[in-house]
């Protein structure tokens, strides 16, 4: 079947489930069909209308270095020339882990994945198989994959789409997770008084970016540290978002906080399927096959992902690119723009952590999930779609955080404003 400039969604969904491979994608939130892409190149997606617009989503986080990095793509067409998958190990699998756990000192040892879901679900696993314990506790907003024990209350395509909590978990599964509103330590004392010896883990965002952008307050990751020491919890840093955006690390080399294990993503894959589960090292012996909690997959570590991750690594640590240089475009674009909001009388709270930011429709300030469904989604959708209209792609739902790379030039965020004013003209 061939699609035609008119018809891709509807001949998507006669095929795909739900015409999309991932939910967000369908544009639910925000009325309207999806527009479908033909390709990306710095700083810029294009419509297979062949419409250019100024990427702020950037795959959800990954391409730091902008689409198409040359030297990305060399790696990966370097690679596919030996052959794109072994199911055996290589040495660019030991290169990029010698690389990673020097760039996280927390990090001892670690296991690749084909995902940051699978980077997830193997932490969870094997705090359970490390501690004997069943329970965990996850926070109301933060998404951590669609494994099963990790959907409860979760953000991101769970929030957008207001899909009740975990429907196809079993219920003796979901009754093993506790939500708890980010940022409250309050609750995190009060569950690990009542459920302490159950509890095998705490995994968190340590910078929300699935209910929207929301940092950490009030030595909320340090008592959780202090916390799951004292009664012998697996502290998880859900970092597949986080890790590498803001440093030549994680966020946790910012606060010089170390977690027991630590789960990435997106970037280190160079815009590739990978994922990557690590931490101390008596932990991560459990996995097998030095350990008895298992885990495997033939994908994982495969050579195309990892030259790909490699090249954009070596690239990120030669500071070949300055992370001040695209944080300070960050907060230019975010101060420009809530003035305009604020000139309109518009209520608006914009969370903005170094290179990811949030546009909140209400006047704030957004500290959790319950802060953040405040939210009037009904007016983030008629921004959306003026600021698709103006040449501005931003993430189609008002539970996402949106991101810049080293592509992006002052350029864009001059394009940005101007399309953001004209925008506001027809609010």
């Given at each position: 079947?061939?699609?035609?400039?008119?018809?891709?969604?509807?001949?998507?969904?006669?095929?795909?489930a739900g015409g999309v491979n991932s939910p967000v994608r369908a544009w639910q939130s925000?009325?309207?069909d999806p527009l479908f892409v033909s390709h990306a190149r710095g700083s810029k997606i294009y419509d297979t209308a062949a419409r250019e617009y100024i990427d702020f989503v950037l795959s959800w986080g990954p391409m730091i270095l902008g689409h198409a990095h040359p030297d990305v793509i060399e790696a990966i067409c370097s690679a596919a020339r030996k052959g794109t998958s072994f199911g055996a190990p290589t040495e660019s699998e030991t290169q990029m882990a010698q690389l990673i756990c020097s760039a996280i000192p927390s990090m001892e040892l670690m296991r690749m994945t084909s995902s940051g879901t699978e980077a997830t679900m193997t932490a969870i696993r094997l705090a359970r198989g490390y501690t004997g314990r069943n329970m965990i506790i996850k926070f109301d907003g933060c998404y951590h994959g669609h494994a099963d024990s990790l959907l409860v209350q979760a953000g991101s395509g769970v929030a957008t789409l207001v899909i009740p909590g975990s429907p196809g978990?079993?219920?003796?599964?979901?009754?093993?997770?506790?939500?708890?509103?980010y940022n409250d330590i309050a609750a995190v004392q009060e569950a690990i008084e009542r459920y302490g010896s159950q509890l095998a883990a705490i995994i968190v965002e340590p910078v929300a970016g699935n209910m929207g952008v929301v940092e950490p307050q009030n030595g909320f990751l340090a008592k959780l540290r202090e916390l799951t020491t004292q009664h012998g919890i697996v502290l998880i840093f859900d970092e597949v978002i986080t890790g590498f955006r803001f440093i030549f690390g994680g966020y946790q080399n910012l606060v010089g906080i170390k977690p027991d294990l630590t789960c990435l993503g997106k970037i280190i894959g160079g815009g590739l399927p990978i994922g990557v589960l690590g931490g101390k090292k008596e932990i991560m012996e459990v996995l097998a096959p030095s350990g008895n909690v298992y885990q495997a997959g033939t994908?994982?570590?495969?050579?195309?992902?990892?030259?790909?991750?490699?090249?954009?690594?070596?690239?990120?640590?030669?500071?070949?690119?300055?992370?001040?240089?695209?944080?300070?475009?960050?907060?230019?674009?975010?101060?420009?723009?809530?003035?305009?909001?604020s000139a309109q009388g518009i209520p608006v709270c914009i969370n903005r952590f170094h290179s990811m930011f949030t546009l909140f429709f209400q006047a704030g300030p957004v500290n959790n999930f319950l802060d953040a469904k405040k939210s009037a989604t009904t007016f983030f959708a008629r921004f959306f779609h003026g600021m698709i209209k103006e040449g501005i792609w931003l993430a189609p739902s008002q539970f996402e955080a949106n991101f810049i790379s080293f592509a992006h030039t002052d350029a864009d965020i001059d394009c940005t404003l101007q399309a953001c004013a004209n925008t506001l003209k027809h609010l």
């Amino acid at each position: 079947m061939t699609a035609t400039k008119t018809n891709y969604f509807t001949d998507a969904r006669q095929v795909i489930a739900g015409g999309v491979n991932s939910p967000v994608r369908a544009w639910q939130s925000v009325g309207g069909d999806p527009l479908f892409v033909s390709h990306a190149r710095g700083s810029k997606i294009y419509d297979t209308a062949a419409r250019e617009y100024i990427d702020f989503v950037l795959s959800w986080g990954p391409m730091i270095l902008g689409h198409a990095h040359p030297d990305v793509i060399e790696a990966i067409c370097s690679a596919a020339r030996k052959g794109t998958s072994f199911g055996a190990p290589t040495e660019s699998e030991t290169q990029m882990a010698q690389l990673i756990c020097s760039a996280i000192p927390s990090m001892e040892l670690m296991r690749m994945t084909s995902s940051g879901t699978e980077a997830t679900m193997t932490a969870i696993r094997l705090a359970r198989g490390y501690t004997g314990r069943n329970m965990i506790i996850k926070f109301d907003g933060c998404y951590h994959g669609h494994a099963d024990s990790l959907l409860v209350q979760a953000g991101s395509g769970v929030a957008t789409l207001v899909i009740p909590g975990s429907p196809g978990v079993p219920e003796c599964l979901a009754e093993l997770t506790i939500s708890l509103p980010y940022n409250d330590i309050a609750a995190v004392q009060e569950a690990i008084e009542r459920y302490g010896s159950q509890l095998a883990a705490i995994i968190v965002e340590p910078v929300a970016g699935n209910m929207g952008v929301v940092e950490p307050q009030n030595g909320f990751l340090a008592k959780l540290r202090e916390l799951t020491t004292q009664h012998g919890i697996v502290l998880i840093f859900d970092e597949v978002i986080t890790g590498f955006r803001f440093i030549f690390g994680g966020y946790q080399n910012l606060v010089g906080i170390k977690p027991d294990l630590t789960c990435l993503g997106k970037i280190i894959g160079g815009g590739l399927p990978i994922g990557v589960l690590g931490g101390k090292k008596e932990i991560m012996e459990v996995l097998a096959p030095s350990g008895n909690v298992y885990q495997a997959g033939t994908l994982s570590g495969n050579p195309l992902a990892v030259n790909a991750g490699l090249a954009t690594l070596h690239l990120l640590q030669a500071k070949a690119y300055s992370y001040a240089d695209v944080d300070k475009r960050t907060e230019q674009l975010c101060r420009d723009m809530e003035n305009m909001f604020s000139a309109q009388g518009i209520p608006v709270c914009i969370n903005r952590f170094h290179s990811m930011f949030t546009l909140f429709f209400q006047a704030g300030p957004v500290n959790n999930f319950l802060d953040a469904k405040k939210s009037a989604t009904t007016f983030f959708a008629r921004f959306f779609h003026g600021m698709i209209k103006e040449g501005i792609w931003l993430a189609p739902s008002q539970f996402e955080a949106n991101f810049i790379s080293f592509a992006h030039t002052d350029a864009d965020i001059d394009c940005t404003l101007q399309a953001c004013a004209n925008t506001l003209k027809h609010l």
